[in-house]
């Protein structure tokens, strides 16, 4: 468990990742292979529980963005599948904690914002065309204090 009660993935790097962001108050392990990245927390469609995963991001204007890539694998990861059953997710992105809210882009909103999140993190363009799934893009927008 971690702080909020969230638990994190059981794959390692993420664990460690995570550790190291939030244990440092959102000032160290912010980036994945030199890309920026976020903790969020999903609840559990299955079990109720808040999950913790490190996710790189894009920003489009105020929201920011991310990619249910599972690098390229042909199933959505776990994380996007709790978010589609309950939107209501928390965010750290840097030293900032907040509630947010996730939207499943429509392809139009996918197509405008995929070049940038190509340039975030170049290997987002062969995920894509590893796998016939359409890798989602999903808006976190911050939620109303």
Known sequence: MSELGATTSPTK???DQA??????????????QGSP?????????KSGQWRR??????????DYLVVASLGGSDHHPLWYL???????VRLRVETERFAAT????????????WPH???VFAPYAGYQQKTERDIPVVRLRRAAD
């Open 53 to 62: 995963s490190v996710l790189i991001y894009g920003r489009d204007g105020e």
């Open 102 to 113: 996730a939207e499943t882009l429509s392809p139009a909103e996918k197509a405008r914002v």
């Open 117 to 119: 999140l190509v340039e």
């Open 82 to 88: 709790n978010l589609t059953a309950n939107p209501q």
């Open 13 to 15: 790097w993420v664990a």
């Open 37 to 45: 990245c976020l903790l969020i927390d999903t609840l559990g469609r």
């Open 19 to 32: 550790k190291l962001y939030e244990e440092s108050g959102g000032t160290k392990g912010l980036t994945v």
